[in-house]
């Protein structure tokens, strides 16, 4: 029944900018920490950026700068800006939300089916 559904995703050009979205539904958004990851063929899935129940933000130190994750809890949406980007930044993204009521609850835990961000000229 939970769903998170990516959208955004493309080709862009080097330098270029992208602006992925990730619509949840059948979840308490607020209470949910948003975060975007990222898999390149041949390579482990990576945490690109997260945002916190209060908004407070942090970033893979690649694209520290050049990205920017954003929520808009009203509309239970988390977006993810690309700006610059670089070749090696193409991978499929994936939207993730989880939940830990105390930290000695189980993390309850929602991935979206990710979105391809194909970077070349």
């Known amino acids: 029944q939970v769903q998170l559904v990516e959208s955004g995703g493309g080709l862009v050009q080097p330098g270029g900018s992208l602006r992925l979205s990730c619509a949840a539904s059948r979840i308490t958004f607020h209470l949910y920490v948003m975060a975007w990851y990222r898999q390149a063929p041949g390579k482990q899935r990576e945490l690109v950026a997260s945002?916190?129940?209060?908004?407070?933000?942090t970033y893979l130190q690649s694209v520290r700068g050049r990205f920017n994750i954003s929520r808009d809890n009203a509309k239970k949406t988390a977006y993810l800006q690309l700006n610059g980007v670089k070749p090696e930044d193409t991978a499929v993204y994936y939207c993730?939300?989880?939940?830990?009521?105390?930290?000695?609850?189980?993390?309850?835990?929602?991935w979206g089916q990710g979105t391809q961000v194909t970077v070349s000229s």
């Open positions: 945002i916190d129940t209060g908004g407070g933000a």
């Open positions: 993730n939300a989880n939940f830990r009521p105390t930290t000695f609850s189980p993390m309850t835990q929602y």
